[in-house]
């Protein structure tokens, strides 16, 4: 057995509500489909040269690039959800971390060929468990780490946002998180959770100028005409329905009990 202390990238990605898709699908489909989503999975790990530590209900995993991780987070929630219809949470950190080489007698009665041990792997499994559906969430440290560092692989539009800063369950110092994404559902504050409260930070993230869709801007556009139209027929009709006898000449007598009520409610 050797142990070896290094930097490294981990990825704690999970697999949401897949306990109850596997006794909706039955075992065999359940499992088909599961290996299906591994698959795509760790094509994608090879593809930014990760590394596959463990696999429960989802993967840890391990990157030497902070940027490789973060890509491999950002293309696997735009691509294999999709695919899948399986959605699921990532936590990245970079840390120092323990890497155990196990010997072979370990690894021939079923012990992983390299294990991670150390503070690093729990937070960022707090920082996984903190996520929403499709969100992908970043510790201080892996925020640091990859700030500034993007390359041909990064999604167009990618965006970091920090979401404030929470306080984990079996972890001191209380740690800043950062959401990335390309759209800005991805990057909205979590909740506090049973492992994480939230202890500052912005209650909701809002959507910049330029990030928005050409729907987001006609409904920008529409609802500022209404307030216009709105506005208009307030300032035509206001000086009307004050006035009692231009109620009686332009027929709204019938708005006499309401505005009576007004009046009697006000100081």
């Not at 500034?148 to 167009?156: I, S, V």
């Amino acid at each position: 057995m050797q142990y070896t202390e290094r930097y490294l990238t981990i990825v704690l990605l999970d697999l949401i509500g897949s306990t109850a898709f596997v006794q909706r699908a039955g075992a065999m489909r359940g499992a088909q489909w599961l290996q299906y989503h591994d698959r795509l999975a760790r094509t994608l790990v090879y593809r930014f040269e990760g590394r596959e530590i463990d696999r429960s209900d989802g993967f840890l995993l391990s990157f030497d690039r902070p940027v490789d991780a973060v890509n491999f987070a950002l293309i696997y929630q735009q691509t294999i959800p999709e695919k899948t219809k399986l959605q699921a949470r990532i936590g990245v950190h970079f840390g120092k971390i323990v890497e155990v080489q196990q010997d072979e007698l370990s690894v021939m009665i079923g012990a992983k060929s390299v294990e991670l041990e150390g503070i690093a792997k729990n937070i960022a499994a707090r920082t996984m468990s903190l996520c929403q559906a499709g969100q992908v969430l970043l510790t201080a440290e892996a925020m640091k780490a990859v700030k500034g560092r993007t390359n041909g692989f990064t999604p167009r539009g990618t965006r970091y946002a920090c979401v404030g800063e929470y306080r984990f369950k079996g972890v001191r110092k209380p740690q800043v998180i950062y959401a990335v994404g390309a759209t800005i559902d991805a990057l909205q504050p979590p909740p506090s959770t049973e492992k994480a409260k939230h202890l500052a930070g912005p209650k909701r993230i809002k959507q910049r100028l330029r990030d928005r869709a050409f729907r987001d801007w006609v409904w920008w556009v529409l609802k500022c005409v209404a307030l216009i139209i709105i506005c208009w027929w307030l300032t035509i009709l206001g000086p009307i329905i004050v006035n009692p006898h231009a109620r009686l000449v332009n027929g709204l007598t019938w708005l006499d009990p309401l505005i009576y009520i007004i009046t009697e409610l006000l100081p």
